[in-house]
């Protein structure tokens, strides 16, 4: 083990701009937030692999011994990271006990660990004991990316402990981020965690958890947007459950259905998505204006009224942007909808009332203490 | 004078689908209503011209003598139906009194009778001595072609009485409607009543007006669909004022603001129209079927979503929308928009509850007792 103990933070995430539509090869738009999930990793001498998840109530340990048995004879499957390991994925499941298509949050953070873990440290010899703690500001199932934060939080700490990347940390400081080459290293495993949990995820989830800011996501390529401006954004959870499997098969049919009525809803959020990158790179080159803020929110007005010709609205998120927009605040859904989380751009210098019950978050970045 | 008494009747009308989109050359279906206005002709020994307009509360008379001074001395620019004899309707202003600017619907009716009386009869060497009472289910100024339905009234009883046209009326019948040949040209001469009380029409209200039915209105082509499915729509007066040359306009800056965003839903649009029309289509040739009404409720809630977008909406529009989607009912705004008149379909077999306070349209047409 090359660190005694370590402590890495990685934000959740909220789409901006292209939900649905980036699905059928259009841009979106994701943010980083500024509520967190963080990770304690520390070296034992007890010969036990320790994961305490007191969120989810999950607090569990196994005989270091008992897993060196499942790390594969060849390492040639997990040195490849374009695609899972899918029989130390098996063997996994068996060991712990997870039923062959339990996606159970608990299920899925265990697995994800124990993937990460056994990749990681399967070229040193010998499996090290630690015990691994996470807590989260972020609510599991609202698409806020509590599941690639917590990946990305995984990753960073065991390559760190495992001496694969080197802490960031200078004397004068306790708090760091890695370099570019680190950061990408960190993103490769978070997504197989990702992978892991969500079967088949577009890797934008855990590049936001990694780099932070905002992104730009585009038929399968991932680009930082060089210059961000900090966004207040008050976000909203209806707490209406749905599926995000449900959702985007709904908006598959209505294509097929209707394709000439939907699909020019497509290329205008494409359109959405472009025009607020470059009000965004506006704000940053000048200084925000009223006027950078009267578009932002006229972008949030209309791909809200087109996510819910995709049909992914929901009544409770149409209450939330009425009661929003009579303090003239201008909302939409983020992520799959049907439901889940709406965000609220707020302007600087206004503070809603506290009847809303709300909570600030701002864009921000992975942080090491 | 060819006739001694008749009384004719015309439709109001509804924009389906394609208000806003139809200026930027997309199509728009137009249905008339069972909405009508009627008008009652009677030759008279009086040497005077009267009108009645009860709705507006208007009684005028002047004597012939007096209106035959008014008559122009070349008939060139009556005969010219692609634009109005200016000269005329200047002469027709200063007579009645009517202040240059003057957009009051009095003044309109009075000017548009006063019109297409001369027009009509100034071939003929000598005014006739006439009375014409008007009264009409519709109201003026909620875009639902009240002053179009009025234009074919007169245009048709006063074709009828100057011999122009024959009456369609066979001895056993009392209701009849006139051949092709007649409403082209009652047609021809109401869209001059509209130009007078509209400045610049599109001429879809008159022809609506003048065939009922539904209208495909496309790039100013005017096609009547050949069959037509009887539709129920609750028509509901939202009574907001509005002004639709600033709501057209606000569509044009938004346009000029977000070209790539805003032309996509105009396409749209168009393909709803389309879709409409092709689904109106099969309901005649099959039975209308559930799914039919589907299609038609998803088209009209896609459009009313596009109509927030292009900023024509009205938070009474939106709260009817909602009332009604309660009840399991479709809304849409209809014609301008920003408050005004929207339809909502209503299922055969369905009937809304009385305190919806409702009226029931039905599609229909011209016809004449």
């Not at 359109?271 to 506006?282: D, K, N």
Request: charged letters at 15%; one cysteine or more; aromatic letters at 6%.
């Amino acid at each position: 083990m090359h660190i005694k103990e370590c402590i890495v933070s990685a934000p959740g995430k909220a789409i901006l701009h292209g939900e649905h539509a980036v699905v059928h090869g259009k841009m979106a738009l994701a943010v980083s937030l500024n509520l967190r999930t963080y990770l304690q990793l520390q070296a034992t001498f007890t010969s036990k692999v320790c994961i305490n998840l007191p969120n989810i109530n999950a607090f569990l340990s196994w005989d270091v011994t008992v897993l060196n048995q499942l790390v594969p004879d060849s390492e040639a499957d997990l040195r490849n990271m374009d695609e899972l390991d899918i029989e130390l994925v098996r063997r996994l499941r068996d060991f712990v006990g997870i039923p062959n298509g339990a996606l159970d949050t608990r299920s899925m953070a265990i697995l994800a660990f124990l993937y990460i873990y056994i990749s990681i440290f399967a070229g040193s010899g010998e499996l090290p004991s630690l015990t691994v703690s996470v807590w989260s500001e972020l609510p599991t199932g609202a698409g806020l990316g509590s599941s690639s934060a917590y990946s990305v939080c995984l990753a960073a700490a065991l390559l760190s402990a495992s001496g694969t990347i080197p802490s960031p940390l200078s004397d004068q400081e306790n708090t760091a981020r890695w370099g570019v080459a680190e950061m990408e290293l960190i993103n490769r495993f978070a997504f197989q965690g990702e992978r892991i949990i969500h079967g088949n995820p577009s890797g934008v989830d855990n590049a936001v958890g990694t780099w932070g800011g905002i992104l730009r996501y585009h038929s399968g390529k991932i680009t930082p947007l060089s210059r961000v401006p900090m966004l207040r954004i008050l976000l909203t959870n209806t707490k209406v459950p749905r599926s995000t499997k449900v959702l985007v098969a709904g908006v598959k049919d209505k294509m097929n259905k209707f394709p000439s009525i939907i699909n020019p809803v497509l290329d205008s959020v494409d359109a959405i998505s472009c025009t607020c990158e470059q009000t965004l790179s506006e704000m940053t080159s000048d200084s925000p204006t009223p006027e950078h803020y009267d578009i932002l929110e006229e972008l949030i007005d209309i791909n809200q009224h087109h996510l819910n010709v995709m049909g992914v609205g929901h009544p409770a998120l149409d209450n939330l942007c009425r009661v929003t927009l009579a303090r003239g605040l201008h909302s939409k859904l983020t992520g799959a909808g049907g439901g889940g989380c709406a965000i609220t751009l707020l302007r600087p210098g206004f503070y809603p009332l506290a009847s809303l019950t709300v909570r600030f978050l701002f864009i921000s970045a992975i942080f090491l203490w």
